[in-house]
């Protein structure tokens, strides 16, 4: 055989090879096209099983919440004015004080005989005095006399006094009634003035400090009720009143300061602790809830799934899906406010949707619900 006809088998066994190749990859296209489609008719068509929910409405409070901290209404920490030695201390760390009470007395070294020797010096001021006052009234010593006699006596009880505030000086009392913290000092150490000794607080009332957005200010007044939760406290709801309002408006969070005064009658709560604060800022209004289980959150907006009455095609009684977009409004524990899209009566998938698309038959099965619960109170694990 010539090479011109070995080269021309060569090109068709070649072209035999790539047309077997396109007719494989062109026969399992249509073959895989085919199964997928028949897949998803078959999944379309099958029935899903849901759960659901009778839309209602429901009492809802308008409420804003916000994150706060506990202040006390007096807190100091304690120190001496004047430097000294620790002479004695008399009291314990964490102990209840009363207004007064003496916490802590620095070494008086000579002050008291200084203060002696100020007061026989008033002492004997007063008895010149009251001699020359005497003798005065019979013309035996001169007017000028007496007024010099009378302001040494005024100057021996002004040095008198100053003796006695700078003794004082050396002794710690406690402000006001409250609780101490934890002791910073040792007996016989010397303190430099301002040294802190130990913190005193009043732990009854307490203030609750928090910020709410510009938006709320209108619906803000001294008096309004607050519920303050702490994290030490799980489950317990503390009313408090606010009892002040922010003259302005913080520029960077534009958000204002309030502050509201809470009760503390146990002591059991402390200044520092982390609150969480809602605010009822309007009277209750019927609005239609659902779990937030219900809602399937999409960018292009939010959607629910309803369940449809009607007849297959043998006529008997059949349900479907129907996919709808609402509008939401706050939200209070495991239920969101829908404002738009649902009505009251009209029954809501809670569970299941994900496999759902408009016109799903579905079946409805509400042995297990989702929580809906308006204030949920999860175990704290």
Not at 83 to 105: P, R, Y
């Amino acid at each position: 055989m010539s090479q011109s006809g070995k080269t021309a088998k060569r090109m068709v066994i070649m072209l035999i090879i790539v047309l077997v190749i396109f007719a494989g990859l062109f026969g399992w296209g249509m073959l895989r096209s085919f199964f997928i489609e028949k897949f998803l008719k078959s999944f379309a068509n099958q029935v899903q099983t849901v759960a659901t929910i009778k839309a209602q409405e429901t009492p809802w409070q308008p409420l804003v919440k916000s994150v706060g901290s506990l202040t006390a209404i007096n807190g100091a920490s304690l120190s001496a004015e004047v430097a000294g030695i620790v002479d004695t201390i008399n009291f314990q760390s964490g102990q209840d004080v009363e207004k007064g009470d003496v916490l802590l007395t620095l070494r008086p070294n000579n002050d008291p005989a200084v203060l002696a020797q100020l007061e026989a010096q008033a002492r004997l001021d007063a008895i010149t005095y009251t001699r020359d006052q005497k003798q005065f009234a019979v013309d035996a010593v001169s007017k000028a006399q007496l007024d010099t006699d009378r302001a040494n006596l005024d100057a021996a009880n002004a040095q008198v006094a100053a003796q006695k505030a700078l003794m004082a000086e050396k002794v710690v009392r406690a402000p006001f009634s409250g609780r101490l913290g934890i002791r910073q000092v040792d007996l016989g150490e010397y303190l430099q003035p301002g040294t802190a000794i130990v913190t005193l607080e009043q732990l009854d009332p307490l203030f609750v400090d928090f910020y709410l957005p510009q938006q709320e200010v209108a619906r803000l007044h001294v008096g309004q009720v607050v519920d303050v939760g702490v994290d030490a406290d799980p489950g317990q709801i503390y009313k408090a009143k606010i009892t002040a309002i922010g003259a302005t408006v913080d520029s960077s969070t534009r958000s204002i300061a309030v502050r509201a005064i809470l009760h503390n009658p146990s002591l059991q709560l402390r200044p520092g602790m982390f609150t969480t604060v809602s605010v009822e800022t309007g009277a209750p209004q019927e609005a239609v809830t659902l779990p937030q289980t219900a809602i399937s959150y999409n960018s292009y907006g939010d959607t629910v799934y309803l369940v449809m009455h009607g007849k297959d095609a043998e006529g008997h009684e059949a349900l479907s899906a129907k996919q709808v977009f609402v509008t939401l409004g706050a939200t209070r524990g495991d239920q969101v406010q829908v404002l738009t899209g649902v009505k009251p009566g009209e029954e809501v998938v809670t569970a299941g949707q994900v496999k759902l698309h408009n016109g799903s038959p579905v079946a409805v099965n509400n042995s297990i619900q989702p929580s809906n619960n308006p204030n949920p109170n999860p175990p704290n694990e």
